[in-house]
């Protein structure tokens, strides 16, 4: 999901599959990572995180990958939801946890 | 505890005026961060209070531009002589204080956000 201006990355499925969302992020410093939700109207909602440490990590319905060699985040979202409509933004940290960097967003559209 | 409040939600105002944002965070959290979203972008980082120290600035906070946070708890986000653009969301969060390196020791919590239009 790389931002192109004002237009967000759109990725359409159908109610039931399985949806992939990508990141990509650029410093190697980074060690830890979060997903978020943002429906319409709102602000981000947290969904799940990673630590440098670990490759992949479950939730519920969601599962993050981390792959460090090429900075690269993905979130999968089992049996999506028409609930699940939203836009999603990967954000990663550094070792201070100062401040979060967040990506500029994968729009999801669930079709009944 | 209700989460991260945020006052008003939405801010029409004319260029050249001044307006003022408040977030009161969730009541346990030390840190408050000031992020702005326009529309088709992630939140951009502007600023963060751990209590009543305000400890990072962001590049994007010209001048005109002031964030408080006296007691340690509510935070406000002043913009001066606002200009077009200004427009955008702009979002608070709080955090506990990092919590090391386990997983969901760090999380922001957002508040919904004040949009603020500026004619």
């Known amino acids: 999901g790389e931002s192109v201006g004002l237009h967000l990355p759109t990725l359409s499925v159908q109610e039931g599959d399985n949806s992939i969302i990508n990141c990509a992020y650029s410093n190697s410093a980074s060690d830890y990572f979060i997903w978020y939700k943002q429906e319409s109207g709102k602000g981000p909602q947290f969904i799940i995180d990673?630590?440098?440490?670990?490759d992949k990590r479950q939730g519920q319905r969601v599962t993050v990958l981390l792959n460090k060699t090429v900075k690269h985040l993905s979130l999968q979202i089992a049996a999506t939801q028409p609930g699940d409509s939203a836009v999603y933004f990967c954000a990663e940290t550094r070792y201070n946890f100062n401040k979060f960097y967040f990506g500029s967003g994968t729009k999801l559209n669930v079709k009944p | 505890d209700t989460g991260v409040s945020q006052d008003p939600r939405h801010k029409i105002t004319k260029r050249g005026q001044n307006v003022t944002f408040r977030c009161d965070p969730i009541s346990e959290h030390n840190r408050l961060y000031w992020y702005r979203q326009t529309l088709g972008q992630g939140p951009e980082f502007l600023t963060y209070f751990q209590n009543e120290a305000q400890l990072e600035k962001s590049r994007l906070l010209s001048d005109r531009f002031s964030a408080e946070r006296p007691k340690g708890s509510f935070s406000t986000l002043e913009i001066q002589r606002t200009e077009q653009g200004d427009s955008a969301m702009y979002l608070c969060?709080?955090?506990?204080?990092?919590?090391?390196?386990?997983?969901?020791?760090?999380?922001?919590?957002f508040g919904a956000g004040s949009r603020l239009t500026v004619l």
């Open positions: 990673i630590r440098s440490n670990m």
């Open positions: 969060a709080s955090s506990p204080i990092a919590g090391g390196r386990k997983t969901g020791a760090n999380v922001l919590t």
